[in-house]
């Protein structure tokens, strides 16, 4: 589905009006961004809420330590990509150790055993290989992406554990799970974001774009040469 959200955008990225070069959609993207948002506040904002006032917290953390795992599992086949073959061992030690002795995942054994948890996905690793992110896009339910990380998305879910369950019920439920989940972790930090951003869309393009370079770089990203970005 994502990869056709992605033709649709390319096909119209004639029709859009510059702006900024590292967001050369943003008419669109601010519509989708609006759509986005819209059902953001009518459908998954209110679920994330009931969710984290009925689940107690203990178990709200268990669900998402087995998440977390199922991640690490993408997370490996991307350090091992990457050539990062002592951290592809630590983290394939975080998943045989959350799996095992954490009962699949649902308790962090790992992380307190000094197993640190890292963040890699085959867009860092396009990243990593000299692949540059392309235009900014904000995909509909999907969120805030670029081409290169569309296309990494797309990448990570045939090796997402997740995705390779054959039973199509039991896998929308939990997708649906995971969404929430993920959805109520945003929710203490997102009113103190609203309030310090003038314009909530370019503070979050921005903050995404530089997040997504310091990962590809692991921390440490080449200074940029200043100019305008708009025309």
Same mark, same amino acid.
């Given at each position: 589905?994502?990869?056709?959200?992605?033709?649709?955008?390319?096909?119209?990225?004639?029709?859009?009006?510059?702006?900024?070069?590292?967001?050369?959609?943003?008419?669109? $993207?601010?519509?989708?961004?609006?759509?986005?948002?819209?059902?953001?506040?009518?459908?998954?904002?209110?679920?994330?809420?009931?969710?984290?006032?009925?689940?107690?917290?203990?178990?709200?953390?268990?669900?998402? $330590?087995?998440?977390?795992?199922?991640?690490?599992?993408?997370?490996?086949?991307?350090?091992?990509?990457?050539?990062?073959?002592?951290?592809?061992?630590?983290?394939?030690?975080?998943?045989?150790? $959350?799996?095992?002795?954490?009962?699949?995942?649902?308790?962090?054994?790992?992380?307190?055993?000094?197993?640190?948890?890292?963040?890699?996905?085959?867009?860092?690793?396009?990243?990593?290989?000299?692949?540059?992110?392309?235009?900014?896009?904000?995909?509909?339910?999907?969120?805030?992406?670029?081409?290169?990380?569309?296309?990494?998305?797309?990448?990570?879910?045939?090796?997402?554990?997740?995705?390779?369950?054959?039973?199509?019920?039991?896998?929308?439920?939990?997708?649906?799970?995971?969404?929430?989940?993920?959805?109520?972790?945003?929710?203490?930090?997102?009113?103190?974001?609203?309030?310090?951003?003038?314009?909530?869309?370019?503070?979050?393009?921005?903050?995404?774009?530089?997040?997504?370079?310091?990962?590809?770089?692991?921390?440490?990203?080449?200074?940029?040469?200043?100019?305008?970005?708009?025309?």
């Amino acid at each position: 589905m994502r990869i056709a959200i992605l033709m649709m955008v390319m096909m119209l990225a004639g029709c859009a009006t510059p702006y900024n070069k590292k967001d050369p959609l943003e008419p669109l $993207n601010r519509k989708i961004y609006k759509f986005n948002d819209t059902v953001d506040k009518a459908v998954l904002k209110p679920v994330a809420k009931g969710y984290q006032e009925v689940v107690p917290l203990g178990f709200r953390v268990m669900i998402g $330590n087995f998440f977390s795992n199922l991640d690490d599992v993408v997370v490996v086949v991307n350090d091992l990509l990457q050539l990062k073959g002592r951290q592809a061992f630590s983290d394939f030690g975080r998943v045989f150790l $959350n799996t095992t002795i954490g009962f699949a995942g649902l308790v962090d054994v790992a992380g307190p055993s000094g197993y640190v948890k890292h963040d890699e996905d085959f867009g860092q690793t396009l990243g990593y290989w000299g692949i540059q992110p392309g235009p900014y896009l904000v995909l509909p339910f999907l969120g805030p992406s670029d081409f290169r990380d569309g296309i990494g998305t797309v990448t990570d879910w045939q090796f997402y554990p997740l995705y390779r369950t054959t039973d199509v019920s039991e896998r929308n439920s939990l997708v649906a799970v995971d969404a929430v989940e993920k959805r109520a972790e945003l929710l203490k930090g997102e009113n103190v974001l609203m309030q310090a951003a003038i314009d909530p869309y370019a503070f979050i393009r921005d903050a995404y774009l530089q997040h997504r370079q310091s990962l590809v770089y692991d921390g440490n990203p080449p200074m940029e040469d200043e100019e305008d970005d708009s025309e």
